[in-house]
């Protein structure tokens, strides 16, 4: 009889216990995904997997180490942490590591407020491969699609569970259903290619399979004939479909560690202004029905929304327990946990001011310059901010769209670009990173 998550993540806790751990935290995912590929009309492939993880981190004095495994027979969980101790003996001393205090846990959340998981049947193999067909059929009615790469459609569901040997213990379960089409227009060297993918956490808000793969080849009919736009200091449109990229590079250079590290081109910047006055960055974990949300983090410590960026100002790092000890600061419940590393710090859900233009208007108000949908590769100096990354959009002229581009590198400074941005008003409300279409004046394009 398979064993309950809170049951398995006790047992571990008890195991390290007697094994010698001063302190100890458990982890237990019970997971299920399914993925089915339809290619030509025809099943292609179909993925099923199930089945639990556990993993224990134990510490030893200010020395720590993790384990993990699959079996969860009660002779494994008793070596898993002989071996746990064993290797925290050997580990180097590390003064910032520990549990939280029992006060600052985690004690009430509202599970049914997040609705993280959908409460439906899981779908049979046959409906997933019925959405990829409709998906690539809608994508291949299209005149100029020459193939359909890829069609899928996929769910998933994982139990998680955390306890921690000074008295938290809380789980939470979520789910996702997915459906994406791949389309290619051309042949040979004209070839482009280029996608829609929808995620949800609920089937009801998923779009139409028939959605999906029209989505998919128009965006990829629109690449044909693409080449390669002038090189010269020119504005660019980041498109909302990539423009969550700069906040991602924001938030890594605000992670604790590389604040703890000093390798950071933000590390002097808490208190200063590092985006627009008119803009604010907002972590909300409590967001219903999206991928990001959480009740608690890794460590067992509430989460809460909170003003990363108001208006335009820093207003602190991303920590967790032991980046927050490194700087002489508290932790501000951003811990992820893995289930064979230690935790550390991640955001989940973000949102960024959204502007008061269109996309279109954005474009008609730069007028001449590169509107990016797609981006290959990323060269980011830690400690300077300085960004170059490969780019595909379409080149703009007197604010209309002129020709696709592809093959071009756009290159500027992080801190300079995100003090400059303009946001557009057409940001996707149930995406993890709400950011909308992105204005950046000055930055260097290598092209022709």
Same mark, same amino acid.
């Given at each position: 009889m398979t064993q309950s998550l809170d049951t398995l993540t006790a047992a571990l806790l008890d195991a390290a216990k007697q094994a010698g751990a001063d302190a100890a935290d458990a982890i237990g995912v019970d997971g299920t995904s399914l993925s089915i590929d339809v290619l030509h009309g025809k099943l292609e492939q179909a993925e099923r997997s199930e089945g639990i993880e556990i993993g224990l981190r134990v510490l030893l004095g200010q020395r720590q180490a993790c384990v993990s495994a699959s079996d969860t027979r009660a002779a494994? /969980?008793?070596? #898993?942490?002989?071996?746990?101790?064993?290797?925290?003996?050997?580990?180097?001393?590390?003064?910032? /590591?520990? &549990?939280? !205090?029992?006060?600052?846990?985690?004690?009430?959340? !509202? %599970?049914?407020?997040?609705? %993280?998981?959908?409460? $439906? !049947?899981?779908?049979?193999?046959?409906? %997933?491969e019925e959405d990829a067909r409709r998906a690539e059929a809608a994508a291949l009615s299209h005149d100029g699609i020459s193939q359909v790469q890829s069609a899928s459609a996929g769910y998933g569901r994982r139990r998680i569970h955390l306890a921690t040997s000074n008295g938290f213990s809380g789980g939470y379960a979520r789910t996702d259903r997915a459906i994406s089409c791949v389309t290619i227009t051309g042949s040979g060297t004209d070839m482009e290619r280029d996608y829609c993918g929808e995620v949800r956490v609920f089937q009801s808000d998923l779009p139409d399979p028939e959605t999906v793969g029209r989505i998919a080849a128009e965006r990829t009919l629109a690449r044909a004939g693409a080449?390669?736009?002038?090189?010269?200091?020119?504005?660019?449109?980041?498109?909302?479909?990539?423009?969550?990229? %700069? #906040?991602?590079?924001?938030?890594?250079?605000?992670?604790?560690?590389?604040?703890?590290?000093?390798?950071?081109?933000?590390?002097?910047? #808490?208190?200063?202004?590092? &985006?627009?006055?008119?803009?604010?960055? /907002?972590?909300?974990?409590?967001?219903?029905?999206?991928?990001?949300?959480?009740?608690?983090?890794?460590?067992?410590?509430?989460?809460?929304?909170?003003?990363?960026?108001?208006?335009? /100002?820093?207003?602190?790092?991303?920590?967790?327990?032991? *980046?927050?000890?490194?700087?002489? #600061?508290? *932790?501000?419940?951003?811990?992820?946990?893995? &289930?064979?590393?230690?935790?550390?710090?991640?955001?989940?859900?973000? $949102?960024l001011t959204q502007g008061v233009k269109t996309r279109d208007e954005l474009l008609a108000e730069m007028g001449t310059g590169l509107l990016v949908t797609s981006m290959i590769g990323s060269s980011i100096n830690a400690n300077t901010g300085d960004y170059s990354r490969g780019a595909a959009g379409f080149w703009v002229e007197n604010g209309e769209l002129a020709y696709p581009v592809n093959e071009c590198t756009i290159a500027g400074n992080l801190r300079d670009m995100l003090r400059s941005i303009e946001p557009a008003n057409d940001a996707r409300a149930h995406l993890s990173r709400v950011v909308p279409s992105l204005l950046v004046e000055g930055l260097t394009l290598a092209g022709e």
């Open positions: 494994t /969980i008793s070596e #898993m942490a002989a071996r746990a101790v064993a290797m925290a003996r050997e580990a180097p001393e590390d003064p910032d /590591i520990g &549990l939280a !205090d029992a006060s600052e846990l985690a004690t009430t959340w !509202d %599970l049914d407020a997040l609705e %993280l998981a959908d409460p $439906s !049947d899981e779908p049979d193999p046959a409906t %997933l080449r390669k736009p002038k090189t010269g200091a020119y504005p660019v449109v980041f498109d909302e479909r990539v423009s969550s990229s %700069l #906040m991602g590079h924001l938030l890594v250079a605000i992670n604790g560690q590389a604040i703890a590290r000093g390798s950071s081109w933000l590390r002097d910047a #808490m208190g200063e202004q590092v &985006l627009p006055s008119t803009l604010s960055l /907002i972590e909300n974990p409590h967001r219903p029905r999206t991928s990001g949300s959480r009740p608690f983090d890794g460590e067992g410590l509430p989460t809460q929304q909170r003003a990363i960026v108001k208006d335009g /100002i820093l207003t602190g790092w991303v920590l967790d327990l032991a *980046s927050a000890r490194k700087l002489d #600061m508290r *932790s501000t419940g951003n811990a992820a946990r893995g &289930l064979s590393s230690p935790p550390s710090p991640s955001v989940g859900n973000i $949102s």
